[in-house]
């Protein structure tokens, strides 16, 4: 156990050196102009897996796999700043890593393709999906939402140009509050994080028009 541990934090070390220059330098800025942490992400991440994986008590899920894959998920920003690539140079960068370390090809084969399908929300319910690649996506969904996805807007929309307390709300209306209605969990412990930060999101927004004396 203790090996598996300093073995992780290696990992964690090894991901944050690759995430510094894209976070400190430009990060998520060119999309919503604010210093977005990419590792920090990573963390949050990781700690949702641990979170519905020890809820989830199944012992055929493969978490020391998993628990790899979550770290290496957003690896690839480092080299790959397009969305849509970061998943496959994640994937390699993770391969590279981990047969130089020599772990068992087998291995190296399932935690790179966890890595490389987690943006692939289609995969979720589909019965054939490993339910390592559900727990990896749903944590990944779960981060950036709830409390943090009502700062998140704040914090972006205070970035435009005439920001006021209006302009916030429609942002959140836009974005945080419209997303909070999809569903898209498999997991008994997703869902039910999921409806506690759909609780939340929609409390404030009542909340917050009633302080606006929106009447309607």
């Not at 709300?169 to 209605?181: A, G, I, W």
């Given at each position: 156990m203790k090996e598996k541990m300093r073995q992780h934090k290696g990992m964690f070390q090894y991901v944050e050196e690759i995430l510094y220059s894209y976070d400190r330098k430009k990060g998520d800025k060119s999309k919503n102009k604010i210093a977005y942490?990419?590792?920090?992400?990573?963390?949050?991440?990781?700690?949702?897996?641990?979170?519905?994986?020890?809820?989830l008590k199944d012992d055929s899920l493969d978490t020391e796999?998993?628990?790899i894959a979550t770290i290496f998920h957003d690896a690839g920003y480092g080299r790959n700043e397009e969305e849509d690539g970061h998943a496959k140079a994640s994937s390699i960068l993770c391969r590279e890593y981990l047969e130089r370390r020599n772990y068992p090809q087998d291995k190296v084969d399932f935690i790179c393709y966890l890595i490389e399908e987690h943006s692939n929300k289609k995969l979720l319910h589909e019965k054939?999906?490993?339910?390592?690649?559900?727990?990896?996506?749903?944590?990944?969904m779960l981060d950036d939402t709830g409390a943090m996805g009502i700062i998140l807007d704040s914090w972006i929309a205070s970035k435009e140009e005439?920001?006021?307390?209006?302009?916030?709300?429609?942002?959140?209306?836009?974005?945080?509050?419209?997303?909070?209605?999809?569903?898209?969990?498999?997991t008994a412990p997703g869902k039910r994080f999921w409806h506690e930060k759909r609780k939340l999101v929609y409390e404030f927004l009542r909340q917050y028009k009633r302080d606006l004396g929106d009447m309607k």
């Open positions: 942490d990419r590792y920090a992400h990573t963390v949050r991440v990781y700690q949702w897996m641990i979170r519905i994986s020890n809820q796999s998993l628990k054939s999906t490993p339910l390592e690649l559900v727990v990896l996506m749903e944590s990944d005439n920001c006021s307390f209006d302009s916030v709300c429609r942002h959140f209306e836009k974005y945080t509050y419209r997303h909070m209605k999809q569903m898209e969990f498999v």
